[in-house]
């Protein structure tokens, strides 16, 4: 279990483009991914990506706008975020999961770690 740590949010138009970047206490082998919560929402996978990087998983909402990459010599997991919507909006965490993914499904219980989040807003 490592600790991560998000960094890159901010205030950014509609139509336009944000990354945001999480870095591990340590190397990790694990499935690393993405979730985002909106204000009076729940928490929701945006996107996954194994250690090799040859398995990755997107929400509906952003697949096509969103790129997710990991470099693994330096720990850290990328968010490349493209014509961003208001929708987009919410405070961005990085997670570190248990197993393979094999789809948009991550359970609550197989969360390994949670970063502490960056927040994310867009505005029109």
């Known amino acids: 279990q490592v600790q991560l740590e998000e960094s890159g949010g901010g205030l950014v138009q509609a139509g336009g483009s944000l990354r945001v970047s999480c870095v591990a206490s340590?190397?990790?082998?694990?499935?690393m991914g993405w979730f985002r919560q909106a204000p009076g929402k729940e928490r929701e996978f945006v996107a996954s990506i194994s250690w090799n990087g040859l398995s990755i998983y997107y929400a509906d909402s952003v697949n096509g706008r969103f790129f997710i990459s990991r470099d693994n010599a330096k720990n850290m997991v990328n968010l490349q975020m493209n014509n961003l919507k208001l929708e987009d909006t919410g405070v961005y965490y990085c997670?570190?999961?248990?197993?393979?993914?094999?789809?948009?499904?991550?359970?609550?219980?197989?969360?390994?770690?949670w970063g502490q989040g960056t927040r994310v807003t867009v505005s029109s």
């Open positions: 997670a570190e999961r248990v197993g393979i993914a094999y789809s948009t499904l991550w359970g609550p219980d197989e969360t390994l770690s």
């Open positions: 340590d190397r990790t082998y694990n499935t």
